[in-house]
């Protein structure tokens, strides 16, 4: 009447590629905040192709979520690197133009001793 439970059919998962591995961690690193140096996105998209390309050429090697999510993490630190170098360089081009229209005014005012208000006054 007592019967030996079924023995388990569950498989185990195949063994993740180390380079999988590398790209998540290197994705997090660089997303959360190591993308200033820029080296951490770029080799974490780098490893999570060459991990995925392993994994197609090879079926027995697994990992290939941790792959994808370093890849996603890598290429969104990419993007919010160059989004904040673009604003940086908007921000610095505006200032750089600002500083330039306040000279030529001040020197207009040195041209011009007797003219007054050149530099308008908010």
């Known amino acids: 009447m007592n019967q030996p439970?079924?023995?388990?059919?569950?498989?185990?998962?195949?063994?993740?590629?180390?380079?999988?591995?590398?790209s998540l961690v290197l994705g997090i690193i660089s997303f959360?905040?190591?993308?200033?140096?820029?080296?951490?996105?770029?080799?974490?998209v780098i490893f999570g192709h060459i991990s995925l390309s392993k994994m197609k050429a090879d079926s027995a090697i697994g990992g290939k979520g941790l792959a994808i999510t370093g890849l996603i993490l890598g290429y969104l630190a990419i993007i919010c690197?160059?989004?904040?170098?673009?604003?940086?360089?908007?921000?610095?081009?505006?200032?750089?133009?600002?500083?330039t229209e306040l000279q030529d005014l001040q020197e207009l005012e040195q041209i011009l001793p007797g003219e007054e208000n050149l530099i308008p006054v908010d």
């Open 5 to 22: 439970p079924p023995p388990h059919s569950h498989q185990a998962a195949p063994p993740a590629c180390g380079l999988s591995i590398a």
């Open 32 to 44: 959360m905040g190591g993308a200033v140096l820029l080296i951490p996105p770029l080799l974490a």
């Open 81 to 99: 690197l160059l989004g904040f170098l673009a604003i940086f360089i908007g921000f610095a081009a505006l200032a750089g133009s600002s500083m």
